[in-house]
């Protein structure tokens, strides 16, 4: 959409520039020249595209959720743009990250259980291009930066090898933000310890001390400077922020001394280093001339972590688990292409849907894909249409460990752990996880404990009334719960084996100099 409009800006803008020319040319010529830079001009205004990814930030954690934690270069990006405030993405990293690149939800990737440990040989399937393959046919150049998490165990799975052309970050879930190491005994039989930053698929030795968010800043800045005026970037930027470990450089947590809970106090710093990195970027993207011209998209990659600083609060639950605080994301959009500028959008908007929506802002088609589970969205962000989404599999996840008694026997069985969302109705099978409301510390509220029976395993939401789901209705509404388990059981029947590997001792960094990376 996006791009029809601007070819049809550009064409005219085009056809008053040739205008005097017309009268010592023929007709015929000139439409013919005309085509031919009514193409090349389109091109090079397509605009460039930064998709800025931050890590385990909850709903609570930007200033304009009402956040004890400022946020002042996100406020304003997203004032001047569209604020998505029904956005979903999924409740861990891995699952995010394979969406948004697939555009593919994990029941069509074996992705559904847990995230990739680093001793996992697994990763995203290379049967369907990603969204930066797509980006870059479109013409882009790309670049990631920061966290991969998408596999790693070949080469293949790199990211210089899934559609980017520059990498610089890690590729595990996460590590050490000063000496850019992990120690991973997630299999708790083994203990595999290594350096995990790379540029390109080259280790990179000389970058210990220098704090994973300014570090991947820099580079996404070198990135926005380096770029060729004729050709439009794509740049993916994964934070490495605001997950754990808490560490942060000192100076960032002086404004909140006041936070007494030393958790919050610093995620709080960390956020706002990632705050300040994130108004650097805008900078250089201002001062290079870029900015009016550059899409931004923002989006956490799942709800924040209780017990490593992060809130979701008023939600309910959070990282990990099935409830809102799970998923129920923070995400704006940032463009002087929006048409809608300065809007709050209420539309169903998934991860999922930027792949066919970014590609279709690139001018590029979704040729050669498996079937996508993401929408279109540009016009519901641009012009806050109708969301063509109506419907959202939150996830089945058949290898975490059954819940109660199976309650039905015509339709999905509500032993296995699911969520599934239909217009406003939301239901969840199985074991969803901790189901708590936690505020965050210092508003000296009490925690209000999930006292559901230990083997209920159906629950049903209308969460435009009740968005932090605190009035089960699966009781009073059966037909609704029968028409969202026959959803659940007809996606169940369209997915794909899960894969979730044993560890592999062979990836162990001491045998690779030190460094985790490929190992087959
Ligand atoms: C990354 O590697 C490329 C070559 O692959 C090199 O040109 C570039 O300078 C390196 N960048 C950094 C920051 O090390
Ligand atoms: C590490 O090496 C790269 C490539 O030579 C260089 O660009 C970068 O500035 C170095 N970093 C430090 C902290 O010296
Ligand atoms: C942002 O830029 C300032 C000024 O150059 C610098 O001091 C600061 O470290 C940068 N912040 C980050 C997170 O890169
Ligand atoms: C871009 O730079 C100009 C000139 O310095 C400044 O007036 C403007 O506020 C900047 N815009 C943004 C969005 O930072
Ligand atoms: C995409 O596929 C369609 C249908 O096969 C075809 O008509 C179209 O030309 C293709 N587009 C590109 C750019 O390959």
């Not at 990293?93 to 690149?101: A, E, K, L, V």
């Not at 063509?388 to 039905?408: M, Q, S, V, W, Y």
Request: one cysteine or more.
């Amino acid at each position: 959409m996006i791009t029809s409009d601007l070819l049809r800006n550009v064409g005219v803008r085009h056809i008053w520039i040739f205008s005097s020319f017309v009268t010592a040319m023929h007709l015929a010529e000139v439409l013919l020249l005309c085509a031919c830079c009514t193409v090349l001009l389109a091109k090079s205004s397509r605009p460039n595209i930064i998709f800025i990814l931050a890590d385990d930030y909850g709903f609570h954690d930007i200033g304009y959720h009402k956040s004890e934690i400022k946020t002042p270069n996100l406020d304003k990006l997203a004032a001047a743009g569209v604020k998505l405030e029904n956005y979903y993405v999924q409740p861990i990293c891995t699952p995010t990250r394979s969406q948004f690149m697939s555009g593919r939800y994990q029941i069509h990737t074996g992705l559904q259980h847990g995230i990739i440990w680093g001793s996992q040989p697994n990763g995203l399937p290379l049967d369907s291009p990603t969204v930066a393959d797509k980006i870059k046919q479109a013409g882009y150049s790309t670049h990631a930066v920061g966290k991969w998490h998408l596999g790693f165990y070949k080469d293949a799975y790199l990211p210089t090898n899934r559609g980017f052309d520059s990498y610089y970050g890690y590729l595990t879930g996460s590590e050490d933000y000063f000496t850019h190491k992990l120690c991973d005994n997630h299999f708790s039989r083994y203990l595999f310890c290594g350096l995990d930053l790379r540029n390109n698929t080259n280790p990179v030795f000389n970058e210990t001390g220098h704090y994973s968010t300014s570090l991947f800043t820099e580079r996404a800045i070198s990135v926005i400077k380096d770029h060729i005026e004729s050709k439009p970037f794509f740049l993916y930027l994964a934070y490495q922020s605001t997950h754990s470990p808490l560490q942060v450089p000192g100076k960032y947590l002086n404004p909140y001394s006041h936070i007494k809970d030393l958790n919050r106090r610093s995620f709080a710093g960390m956020t706002a280093c990632m705050d300040e990195g994130i108004g650097n970027i805008t900078a250089a993207l201002n001062a290079t001339g870029q900015l009016e011209n550059t899409l931004i998209v923002f989006s956490t990659d799942n709800g924040g972590q209780i017990h490593a600083g992060g809130n979701n609060w008023p939600l309910r639950g959070w990282k990990a688990s099935l409830w809102e605080g799970g998923f129920h994301g923070v995400g704006f959009v940032y463009g002087d292409m929006l048409k809608n500028k300065g809007t709050v959008n209420n539309q169903l908007i998934h991860v999922s849907d930027w792949f066919p929506t970014l590609v279709g802002v690139a001018g590029g088609n979704t040729n050669g894909t498996k079937p996508l589970d993401g929408f279109d969205q540009w016009k519901t962000i641009s012009e806050g249409g109708a969301s063509p989404r109506k419907e959202l599999l939150h996830n089945i996840d058949i290898l975490t460990h059954p819940k109660g008694a199976k309650l039905f026997n015509n339709t999905f069985d509500t032993r296995i752990r699911a969520a599934i969302r239909l217009g406003d109705w939301k239901l969840i099978t199985g074991d969803p996880g901790n189901g708590s409301w936690i505020p965050p510390p210092h508003l000296s509220k009490e925690t209000v404990m999930d006292k559901d029976d230990k083997a209920k395993n159906l629950w049903l939401f209308d969460i435009a009334k009740d968005p932090n789901e605190h009035n089960d209705l699966s009781a009073s509404q059966p037909g609704i719960v029968k028409k969202l388990l026959d959803r659940l059981e007809y996606y169940q029947k369209t997915a794909i084996p899960r894969r979730y590997p044993d560890p592999d001792p062979k990836c162990d960094p001491k045998l690779h100099g030190g460094v985790w990376g490929p190992w087959e």
